[in-house]
């Protein structure tokens, strides 16, 4: 057997309003459909994988993401060409809400690996990434 990528990937946001105002700019920029806009769920598919946000549950509402605890890390998204990392980071800077962790670079994770590291509302970090070709997932 070998999967076929992730279907898709759901974040419990703190503020949940914040949260999906913040989703509702990023992911349809990414190329993101929104299918499902709800008082606790926002779910948008494309790009052959889907990302929804949730309201938390009312004892943890408000609760603070630590990266480094046991669960996610952070979340990338795979560009189809550098220039959309750059373009991304450019979008991002009209934002409020967002935090740039570091700046469009090359990293050693592959060759030509090329991302932009930044966080959510919540602290959730998130990357968008190109490497040319299949790179890795060859």
Known sequence: MEVNGIAHIFL???????????????????????????????????????????????????AAFEQERVGLHHLCFRARERADVDELHAFLGTLSDVKIIRAPREDQWAPGYYSLLFEDPDGIRLELNHVPGKGLLG
């Open 12 to 62: 419990t946001a703190s503020n949940f309003e914040r949260s999906r105002a913040f989703y509702r700019q990023l992911l349809p920029f990414l190329g993101l459909k929104p299918v499902m806009d709800t008082e606790t769920t926002y779910y948008c598919v494309g790009g052959r994988t889907a990302v929804g946000i949730r309201a938390p549950s009312p004892e943890h509402e408000g």
